[in-house]
């Protein structure tokens, strides 16, 4: 007999401690609040945490990030620019707004990613950039994609939005390319609410993309000596960040450590226990090399779960595990990009896979070791009921 009771446990929870409240309550105390010193200082602490040669400019939401990344590099009409069909609709949108044509690429169930190969194979004398992305933190194998992208000339811009805290051989994902796009959206590994970060190891691209988030003018309000004067030397849109938020996402960074140590540990334990479980595989990493940041932990069923994904979510939801699902649909065959381009599923049988036949479990910091035991618990049930 089981010796579960019913809990409540969501998908995902902001970890708001009393340090963010006092830090945004002292922003709202002060005479700025946006574009100033706490985004400064927000910048500086995020390009600290990811490592050495990242130059970070703090943003509206991940989807500005991307969209400035592609203006940036001046990507436009008649260039291709390779995405992945499992995703979320931004990576594929930022791609759109610039007027390029994104195309899709299939992943391997296994990982979630675009594998080195399929990309390769995606090139055409029309493809200009690679906008990748490492899906829910497991990082794509950027030695060997830099390698291709090298060898044809193309940008390589990386969608880090479910990805804080993911590395390669120790060197944080968003670094790999020309650009890293982070979003901080209150279920990510830490939030600012909305908000999101722009990296690049590129000097030179830094510079240019602070002035396209800030209007293209030449100054803050902080650095014009004469109020209400400054110029504006480039074109430029408002995707800044407020005070308010920076001066939270500053408290999460710094609690980043604890925040990913607590999403290793419930992972390791539910990974561990659900490969027991005949008919579930965990999307993971397949190298030590490769460092999962853990967003979440997603499951694709087989076995005596086949066909039975919504009543999965269904049976967890009634004993209170919240799910999600990670992406619901390939992004080619969400109705705009469809209606657009077409599509056909035998072109993304890994996307169909993890988008109608997998469940995305919470391994976030809000779950107790007892908690992650009463959703393996729950599953071991499920997997009886089902079987018997
Ligand atoms: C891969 C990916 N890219 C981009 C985004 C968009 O992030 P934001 O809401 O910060 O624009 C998301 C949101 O979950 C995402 O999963």
Redesign the pocket.
């Known amino acids: 007999m089981s010796t579960v009771t019913t809990r409540n446990i969501p998908f995902a929870r902001p970890s708001i401690t009393q340090a963010e409240k006092d830090a945004v309550m002292a922003v709202l105390e002060s005479p700025i609040l946006t574009h100033g010193p706490e985004c400064k200082g927000f910048e500086s602490d995020f390009a600290q945490f990811v490592g050495e040669g990242a130059h970070a400019l703090a943003v509206?939401?991940?989807?500005?990030?991307?969209h400035l990344a592609y203006l940036h590099f001046k990507i436009g009409a008649g260039d291709e620019v390779i995405v992945p069909a499992q995703?979320?609709?931004?990576?594929a949108h930022a791609v759109e707004w610039v007027g390029a044509k994104p195309i899709f690429v299939d992943c391997e169930v296994r990982t979630g990613n675009m594998t080195p190969e399929a990309i390769e194979a995606a090139i055409t004398p029309e493809t200009k950039a690679i906008g990748l992305?490492?899906?829910i933190g497991i990082p794509c194998d950027m030695p060997a994609i830099m390698r291709i992208a090298e060898k044809h000339n193309l940008i390589v811009i990386e969608?880090?939005?479910?990805a804080v805290g993911s590395r390669i051989d120790g060197k944080h994902v968003g670094l790999w390319g020309d650009a890293g796009?982070?979003?901080?959206?209150p279920?990510?590994h830490m939030t600012t609410a909305?908000?999101?970060m722009f990296i690049t190891k590129h000097a030179d691209v830094a510079v240019s993309v602070n002035y396209l988030r800030a209007f293209g003018v030449d100054r803050t309000h902080q650095e014009r000596k004469v109020p209400g004067v400054y110029d504006v030397p480039h074109l430029g849109l408002n995707y800044r960040m407020s005070e308010l938020q920076a001066a939270l996402g500053r408290v999460q960074v710094s609690r980043l450590d604890e925040l990913l140590a607590a999403r290793a540990k419930n992972f390791t334990q539910l990974k561990t226990a659900i490969e027991s479980i005949d008919g579930l595989s965990v999307v993971d990493s397949q190298s030590t090399q490769l460092k999962n940041s853990h967003y979440c932990l997603v499951v694709v069923l087989d076995g005596p779960f086949a066909g039975k994904r919504n009543e999965s979510i269904e049976f967890l939801k009634a004993q209170g595990v919240g799910t999600s699902i990670?992406?619901p649909q390939p992004v080619p065959r969400m109705t705009y990009y469809a209606k657009k381009y077409g599509y056909e599923a035998e072109a993304y049988p890994g996307a169909e896979k993890i988008s109608d036949e997998a469940i995305a479990l919470p391994v976030g910091p809000h779950l107790s070791s007892d908690d992650v035991q009463m959703i393996i618990e729950t599953l071991t049930r499920w997997k009886e009921e089902l079987a018997s």
Do not use: I, P, R
């Open positions: 509206s939401s991940c989807m500005a990030a991307l995703t979320h609709t931004a990576t992305v490492h899906y969608d880090c939005a479910l796009c982070f979003s901080f959206y279920v990510k909305e908000g999101g990670y992406y």
